[in-house]
């Protein structure tokens, strides 16, 4: 059972385009992440968000947290070809590093 | 400050063999933990060790293992290889009060035949 649905799994726009990207679960999480993760690399940490409603911006780049802490979302303002890459959301519990992953979003941006 | 590093990035085994990998965590991070990426499950959580003891464990076999050592330094094992354990390894560490925060090494390449 994936306790962390994303959507869409693919997604390939033209350079400029705005996109959404959700996180979503039955379950409630204290915290939720976001990373980003290139071919051949590891994931790379975008955002921690811990408080439900709570909105934070990275540049082009906002992600919400869920009123009920149970689902997140990434918006990406006027994507760049640099944004492309694998996104994954994590929830946690707790202060603990046992995260259950989604199992990600494939962003292609063309130029 | 350097990052997580893992070592070996590339293993080739046989099926029944084992296998050892070795995770550096960030200086200061005391917390380690490890996951199996394949493709058709994405990001698997294995364990996660903090203080040189297991402090969470995922679903998986006893078959794969792991230990910190007093300098948080971490490995895993994996005994009796299997053709589905081929996948990357990665080795994630993180600030005790802040585990959820997982910076990630570039990870192992293994591959099983």
């Known amino acids: 059972t994936q306790l962390l649905e994303q959507s869409p799994q693919f997604l390939s726009i033209q350079e400029g385009e705005n996109l959404t990207v959700y996180c979503n679960s039955s379950?409630?999480?204290?915290?939720l992440q976001w990373y980003r993760q290139e071919p051949g690399e590891g994931p790379v940490l975008l955002v921690t968000v811990v408080t439900g409603g709570e909105v934070k911006k990275l540049k082009r780049l906002t992600f919400q947290f869920g009123d009920a802490r149970k689902d997140s979302s990434l918006h990406i303002t006027a994507a760049q070809t640099g944004d492309t890459g694998l996104y994954l959301c994590?929830?946690?519990?707790?202060?603990?590093?046992?995260?259950?992953f989604g199992k990600g979003t494939k962003l292609s941006v063309k130029p | 400050k350097a990052g997580v590093t893992q070592t070996p990035r590339y293993l080739i085994k046989t099926r029944g063999q084992q296998v050892t990998l070795s995770c550096s965590p960030i200086s200061g991070h005391r917390s380690v933990s490890w996951y199996q990426q394949t493709p058709g499950q994405g990001l698997q959580f294995l364990f996660e060790?903090?203080?040189?003891?297991?402090?969470n464990k995922g679903n998986f076999p006893g078959r794969f293992s792991g230990r910190q050592f007093s300098n948080s330094r971490s490995e895993m094992n994996v005994s009796t290889l299997e053709l589905g354990d081929s996948a990357l390894y990665l080795c994630?560490?993180?600030?005790?009060?802040?585990?959820?925060?997982?910076?990630f090494g570039p990870g192992t390449r293994l591959t099983v035949t």
């Open positions: 060790y903090f203080s040189e003891t297991q402090r």
């Open positions: 379950s409630v999480f204290s915290s």
């Open positions: 994590a929830g946690g519990w707790g202060s603990q590093g046992n995260l259950i």
């Open positions: 994630a560490s993180s600030f005790r009060d802040r585990a959820y925060e997982q910076y």
